[in-house]
Structures are given as C-alpha cells and as structure tokens.
T-cell receptor, first 113, second 116 residues
Framework: AQSVSQHNHHVILSEAASLELGCNYSYGGTVNLFWYVQYPGQHLQLLLKYFSGDPLVKGIKGFEAEFIKSKFSFNLRKPSVQWSDTAEYFCAVRPINDYKLSFGAGTTVTVRA | EPEVTQTPSHQVTQMGQEVILRCVPISNHLYFYWYRQILGQKVEFLVSFYNNEISEKSEIFDDQFSVERPDGSNFTLKIRSTKLEDSAMYFC??????????????FGSGTRLTVV
C-alpha cells in the first residue's frame, strides 16, 4: 500500500524564519500532489497542488513546493513565515488511477512572534 | 468560490446511538468522499461515492457506516451505533470528474463528533 511520510511532527520557529516541510511518498506511478493547511479550529484548505508541468509550484500565502520525481518528494517551502502561519500542514497524494487522497501524518508548525 | 457545506458543526451523542452527518457537495461535482481525523492523528479516508454507489471504502468503513445521496444535493454519512472510538472530526469532500485524471478536492469545514 502506498504511504505518505512527513518528516517533521512539530516545527517551532520565529517570525521571518524560513520554513521547509518534507514530504515523501511511496507510490511509483503518476500522482497528483497536494499540500493542505489546517488553522486551529478550521477546516482543511488547499495551499497548492501539482498535477504536471513545472515541478516548482506556487500556492497561496507565499508558499511554494517542489516536486522531485526521482526522490518521490514534494517539499513545501516559505521563505519568511509569519505568526499567522501557525497551523497544521498536511501533504496528500493521489495516484491518478485512484479516487482517494492519502494523507501524511501532518506537521504542526508553531511560529513565535 | 463554491463551498462544501457540512452540518452540524459539532454533534455530541451517546454511545450506541445513531448519527447522521450531512454534507452538501459542490453542485457540479460528481465524486464525493468522507474522511475522518481522530484528534492528534492524520486524516484517514473512509469512503468514496460516485454515480449513486460506493466506489471505494477503507477498512474503517465497516457495517456500522453507510452513505447515501438521498435527494440529489445532500450526501450523508450514517453511523448506526456509535462507539467511543468514533469520536473524530469528519470531513466531507467533493471533486469533479476530469478526463485528464487530474483533479483536486474541496473539503467542507467538518463535523466534530463526540461520543460519550
């Protein structure tokens, strides 16, 4: 069965620091890739997605992610975080011949003012 | 922007009772899903639904669970006899059908189910 691994369980950083969250998946075929954010008490919101084309995708709120096919990775980055980026971040993968998303365990990001 | 609407936002029920969680997917979407997130754990797939039938379900989705699209707009998840371990946030999602196989999902705001 395929799996999605997020390397960090909890990341704590200061405002203006750079953020990088790792995500690896185990599926060998063609996939759609997603990063979702969940602010405290709120629902899942799509940050960005990759279907095909340029492996560097830009999302909302200044986030970007890079798909490296050879490494089965889709890492999320933000050059300078804000306090409002405090949230839980989920990587999700869908093989294109499947209906369902598989989520990683999530990374809690705490940004200190 | 179109939304997936879920009601209620929070449901408290006694163990053994039946609950129905409701969702209104985006109107032109044809695939519907339920996911759940137990507190502190990852989001888990429960079931997908297309063309008025279940297309896939996970091991979690046992005989206690059922889904229905009763009236062409609502998509419901029923838990027949709730257990304490059913306490979780339940998310509904919908997606469009795409010939290119590339499509995203829109999630609802979730229903927090607490079984006491």
């Amino acid at each position: 069965a395929q799996s999605v691994s997020q390397h960090n369980h909890h990341v704590i950083l200061s405002e203006a620091a750079s953020l990088e969250l790792g995500c690896n998946y185990s599926y060998g075929g063609t996939v759609n890739l997603f990063w979702y954010v969940q602010y405290p008490g709120q629902h899942l919101q799509l940050l960005l997605k990759y279907f095909s084309g340029d492996p560097l995708v830009k999302g909302i709120k200044g986030f970007e992610a890079e798909f490296i096919k050879s490494k089965f990775s889709f890492n999320l980055r933000k050059p300078s975080v804000q306090w409002s980026d405090t949230a839980e971040y989920f990587c999700a993968v869908r093989p294109i011949n499947d209906y369902k998303l598989s989520f990683g365990a999530g990374t809690t990001v705490t940004v200190r003012a | 922007e179109p939304e997936v609407t879920q009601t209620p936002s929070h449901q408290v029920t006694q163990m053994g009772q039946e609950v129905i969680l409701r969702c209104v997917p985006i109107s032109n979407h044809l695939y519907f899903y339920w996911y759940r997130q137990i507190l502190g754990q990852k989001v888990e797939f429960l079931v997908s639904f297309y063309n008025n039938e279940i297309s896939e379900k996970s091991e979690i989705f046992d005989d206690q669970f059922s889904v229905e699209r009763p009236d062409g707009s609502n998509f419901t998840l029923k838990i027949r006899s709730t257990k304490l371990e059913d306490s979780a946030m339940y998310f509904c999602a919908s997606s469009e059908v795409s010939q290119s196989f590339n499509y995203g999902y829109t999630f609802g705001s979730g229903t927090r189910l607490t079984v006491v």
